[in-house]
């Protein structure tokens, strides 16, 4: 797994990147209750906001790691946003991305440089 | 602008409170989590740090007579009826009848005791000084708590016995352990409950004894915040503000029939709109999706006219979905009335309903 300054993880998954946020962001956030998903077959650039995660408290963006097309959702989180607080690295992923290459996810932060950024 | 602390600080960051900056002030906007501690509050005891709203004694020159006459002059309810040993919800008006606060106001024998917003307290204490002079003294030696929930009443009773005898929007004084409690049966969540006024010096020591009984819990300004929305309490700066009447704001109920004839600031418009029907009134929204319409939503009609402005919004715990408050042009404002609210560019389906979304539970 990878994880972006953003605290959201990546994992790749077959052909696939799959994407969610951290559990130091679904803490952050507090109680989830509603998360906007994108349409299948989107077409997203790095840094387009993709999805929208509204808590107690506030609206959040979450944006996109890399370049790709939405392949899937995870429509579960429709009807339980409250997966994001229970699971956020397991049964509450957001998006699978097809991508051109694999290995952008290189790129990105492994865990034990992710655990420093959060402190 | 340096942040003020609560005299709770310390016991709120070991409590392991979030602090946020709000109205000045260093306060905990969570403990265990908002969700948790609004229904917690909705079940049994929820204790809040309110330290940081505004205690004002009006102390009066001559006679009580004289200075509730004098805070007539201020605000379009009674206060020259308010017996001892109550309290009142009140508006303060400017010239134009918007409402400059809203506060509390207990008649406490020999003066007056009001509780103003935290953000509006210099503002309040310049405004009142200017019209009463040295009759207002600001209290700086005391912390605000509040206990509301369904078990508040066990739970302070065990500490205060005579708060079993209190009705809703009674005050008494009691002499405790943690020094002269002076203790209103009021809140703002729609619970029944208690706001205590404790000397600093006790605070910690009362906080600490409710906090270890079973049934009370320390709250945050989160779940502060939606208790009072699916209660339908308005929230000056958001729900009402310089630029909104009482009648917009359906307060009209605070206003009794004896200030009908005037004698306040803003009485003009204030009393057209009483007559006549306001423009736009406050009403309770439930959007029909999942998706919560927060504050400033546009509000449009079933044709895309524009009716309206959502000035408080978020998830109702209790409720289970979305709720929020706004203002709608007076033709929308009927329960029932089907309007759109845009989210992040979309028009989504939301119902102007009745308020409140929860029903309250004083003790009368």
Redesign the interface.
């Given at each position: 797994m990878k994880y972006t300054e953003e605290h959201e993880w990546l994992r790749v998954e077959g052909d696939y990147v799959v994407v969610g946020i951290t559990e130091h962001a679904a803490a952050q956030l507090?109680?989830v209750?509603?998360v906007?998903l994108p349409e299948v077959e989107t077409q997203v650039a790095t840094g387009d906001e993709v999805v929208?995660i509204?808590?107690?408290?506030?609206?959040s963006d979450i944006l996109a790691p890399v370049d790709g097309e939405v392949v899937e959702v995870n429509d579960e989180l429709?009807s339980n946003?409250g997966l994001v607080n229970e699971d956020p690295t397991g049964r509450a992923w957001f998006f699978k991305l097809k991508v051109e290459d694999l290995s952008v996810v290189d790129q990105f932060m492994d865990e034990d440089e992710y655990a420093d950024l959060i402190g | 602008m340096d942040l003020q602390r609560l005299p709770l600080h310390d016991l709120h960051v070991e409590l392991g409170g979030r602090m946020v900056p709000f109205a000045g002030w260093h306060m905990p906007?969570?403990f265990e989590?908002?969700?948790?501690e609004?229904l917690h509050t909705r079940r049994a005891a929820g204790l809040f740090d309110v330290s940081h709203m505004g205690q004002v004694i009006l102390r009066p020159r001559t006679d009580m007579a004289a200075l509730c006459a004098e805070m007539e002059a201020l605000m379009p309810v009674a206060a020259a009826a308010l017996p001892e040993g109550r309290q009142r919800y009140g508006l303060l008006t400017n010239a134009q009848g918007g409402i400059l606060d809203d506060l509390m106001f207990a008649n406490r024998g020999d003066h007056l005791l009001l509780v103003v917003n935290a953000g509006r307290a210099a503002e309040d204490i310049a405004h009142l000084r200017a019209h009463l002079g040295d009759q207002v003294e600001p209290v700086t030696d005391r912390a605000l708590l509040a206990l509301q929930g369904p078990q508040a009443e066990d739970a302070l009773a065990r500490l205060v016995p005579a708060v079993m005898a209190m009705r809703f929007m009674d005050v008494i004084t009691a002499d405790t352990l943690f020094g002269a409690l002076w203790i209103s049966r009021s809140g703002y969540t729609g619970e029944d409950g208690f706001e205590i006024s404790v000397p600093v010096p006790g605070a910690e020591g009362l906080a600490r004894a409710l906090l270890a009984m079973a049934e009370v819990a320390p709250i945050g300004l989160?779940a502060r915040d939606?208790l009072r929305l699916e209660a339908g309490l308005c929230l000056h700066g958001h729900d009402i503000d310089a630029s909104t009447t009482p009648v917009e704001a359906a307060l009209s109920w605070a206003i009794p029939k004896s200030r009908r004839g005037g004698g306040f600031p803003g009485a003009e418009r204030i009393l057209a709109e009483l007559a006549d029907g306001p423009e736009r009134l406050r009403v309770g929204l439930a959007p029909e999706g999942?998706?919560?319409m927060?504050e400033g939503t546009a509000l449009f009609a079933a044709d895309g006219t524009p009716v309206g402005t959502v000035t408080s919004g978020?998830?109702g715990?209790s409720v289970g979905a979305?709720v929020a408050m706004g203002y709608v042009a007076a033709a929308h404002a009927a329960p029932g009335t089907p309007l759109f609210g845009e989210v992040?560019g979309k028009r989504l389906p939301v119902l102007v309903a009745a308020l409140p979304f929860i029903p309250a539970s004083f003790k009368r």
């Open positions: 507090g109680d209750v509603f906007e929208v509204e808590s107690v408290k506030a609206a429709a946003p | 906007v969570q989590g908002v969700m948790a609004h989160g939606s999942r998706a919560p927060r978020g998830f715990p979305p992040r």
